[in-house]
């Protein structure tokens, strides 16, 4: 792992602890663009947290949230992660914390669309066992955006 472990951290339920919310918010909307998605407002977030099929972990380091994952049972297992600091591995933390979420929450897969060209994001769910699985363009910001789809299974 390339991460250096110079930092306390430690790994939260959102929900559970809600005093990271604006935090949350704050480094979501940093990379709103990358997540071909719109800005959202807190008020938003504590709405959309309070749906029973959305969890969310974010890894805190000193305080300062450096990464999060959500997942929204409603949607398949659909998944979205993002982190302060890229290609220091904690991508590849926050997808291992979720695999044990949707696995405890009896889900028989997670899944994720992403840029064709985000290479990061492609790189971090291939080399954690993602199989890709499609592709699907999207429009954003009146662009075509091409995008692939990535998959896991959590049986067995
Ligand atoms: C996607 C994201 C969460 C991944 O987190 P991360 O901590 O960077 O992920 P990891 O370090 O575990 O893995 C990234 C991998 O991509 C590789 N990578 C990054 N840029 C690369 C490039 N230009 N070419 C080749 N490989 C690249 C890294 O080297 C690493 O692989 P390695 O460990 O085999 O070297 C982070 O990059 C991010 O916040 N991106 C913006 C938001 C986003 O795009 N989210 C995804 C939408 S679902």
């Not at 604006?22 to 709103?32: H, P």
Request: glycine share 8%.
């Amino acid at each position: 792992m390339k991460r250096h472990k110079i930092f306390e951290a430690e790994l939260i339920n959102l929900r559970e602890v809600p005093e990271y919310v604006v935090q949350y918010v704050e480094l979501r909307n940093r990379n709103y663009k990358a997540l071909i998605s719109s800005m959202m407002t807190v008020e938003d977030t504590r709405e959309w947290l309070a749906q029973a099929g959305i969890e969310v972990r974010c890894i805190v380091e000193d305080g300062t949230v450096a990464g999060a994952i959500a997942l929204n049972s409603d949607r398949g297992g659909e998944l979205t992660f993002f982190a302060a600091k890229k290609n220091t591995g904690i991508g590849t933390e926050l997808i291992a914390v979720m695999e044990k979420v949707g696995r405890d929450a009896g889900l028989e897969k997670l899944w994720a669309w992403t840029a064709k060209g985000n290479v990061p994001s492609r790189r971090a769910f291939e080399k954690n066992g993602f199989r890709l699985k499609n592709t699907l363009a999207k429009e954003y910001d009146g662009k075509r955006i091409e995008g692939v789809i990535y998959e896991k299974s959590l049986s067995g």
